[in-house]
């Protein structure tokens, strides 16, 4: 009920693609759900983050789509640039817990070609 | 820009050899969190700390592995002995406000290879 399971395990998208990302979970306790990126030899690094009760949110390329119903959440990157090459990893937090510890997915190693 | 540091970057041991690393968190974040990230997989949560206090450690394995915070600042995490398993990178992360410990700052890692 912890897991949060992320596909696919890696993507390829031409420049100017549209890279989309998916991630689904079980536990409906998680209150707040992240997305991070990873370049190679740097920790994660948050991109963007929704809450279960807002379907759509959008930070310049970067939006993430939220289905309470389905307990599904993606990621879409518009506009892809070689740029955004790197690993992405999905995540569930409780923050009404006493830890709001995060679960993270498996990643998702995006190559953008040029 | 304020950032997570961590050291060393890269270890190599032997088996049954112990290891320490050691992390400075953001200046002013009362949390610390200490992860594991094997190749290829998310990061793993080992300990969480709120200020000196230990308030998750679910997922550390105590036989082998410690953890502290004495004043509350920066933090070591300890391998007494080392197991070939133990390879991985070691991330530490802190966060400032409760009510938004899903953003969380990342140091860039340990990277602990055990031979």
């Known amino acids: 009920q912890q897991q949060v399971k992320q596909s696919p395990q890696s993507l390829i998208v031409q420049k100017g693609g549209i890279s989309i990302i998916n991630c689904a979970y079980e536990n409906t306790a998680f209150d707040y759900f992240p997305w991070y990126q990873q370049f190679p030899g740097k920790g994660p690094a948050l991109l963007i983050a929704i809450r279960p009760d807002v379907s759509e949110k959008k930070e310049g390329r970067f939006t993430i789509s939220f289905n309470k119903s389905a307990k599904q959440f993606s990621l879409h990157i518009m506009d892809s640039q070689p740029g955004d090459s790197a690993t992405y990893f999905c995540?569930?937090?409780?923050?009404?817990?006493?830890?709001?510890?995060?679960?993270f997915g498996q990643g998702t190693t995006l190559q953008v070609k040029p | 820009e304020a950032e997570v540091a961590q050291s060393p970057r890269y270890k190599i041991t032997e088996k049954s050899q112990a290891v320490a690393f050691w992390c400075d968190p953001i200046?002013?974040?009362?949390?610390l969190y200490w992860y594991r990230q094997i190749l290829g997989q998310g990061p793993e949560l080992l300990v969480q700390f709120q200020d000196e206090s230990v308030v998750d450690d679910s997922q550390l394995p105590k036989d082998r592995f410690s953890a502290e915070r004495l004043k509350g600042v920066d933090s070591t995490l300890k391998i007494q002995p080392a197991e070939l398993g133990d390879s991985a990178m070691y991330l530490c992360a802190s966060s400032f406000l409760r009510t938004r410990a899903y953003e969380q700052f990342f140091g860039p890692g340990t990277r602990l290879t055990v031979l």
């Open positions: 200046s002013g974040h009362a949390t």
């Open positions: 995540a569930a937090s409780l923050i009404s817990s006493n830890t709001g510890k995060l679960i």
